[in-house]
Nanobody, 120 residues
Framework: QVQLVESGGGSVQAGGSLRLSCAAS????????MNWYRQAPGKQRELVAQ???????NYADSVKGRFTISRDNAKNTVYLQMNDLKPEDTAVYYC??????????????WGQGIQVTVSS
């Protein structure tokens, strides 16, 4: 089993910044991809950013140039630095990890979700 703990959400005015964190713990052999998704009210969950290795990253077009995903493998933690936030970034943000667990099983786990609210 793997547990994910998200932190760093909250409310901010447009143009502001927030940093999300997601720490994984449990029977982890290796974490492959680490992802941030978001889901706004009435919309489908969408992939915001992904990091596979330390420098292999992908972003949704809507956040390119404003958000930065990073990871600390020693801490099994993924971060999402969000700058120049816009009201349309308001959503519940979820981390998702693709992980190899002991003894050797490929699995995916989701965090509980964290609210980000951006006011105009």
């Amino acid at each position: 089993q793997v547990q994910l703990v998200e932190s760093g959400g909250g409310s901010v005015q447009a143009g502001g910044s927030l940093r999300l964190s997601c720490a994984a713990s449990g029977s982890i052999v290796r974490i492959n991809a680490m992802n941030w998704y978001r889901q706004a009210p009435g919309k489908q969950r969408e992939l915001v950013a992904q990091i596979i290795n330390l420098d292999n990253t992908n972003y949704a077009d809507s956040v390119k140039g404003r958000f930065t995903i990073s990871r600390d493998n020693a801490k099994n933690t993924v971060y999402l630095q969000m700058n120049d936030l816009k009201p349309e970034d308001t959503a519940v943000y979820y981390c998702k990890i693709d992980v190899i667990t002991r003894p050797f099983k490929y699995e995916s786990y989701w965090g509980q979700g964290i609210q980000v609210t951006v006011s105009s």
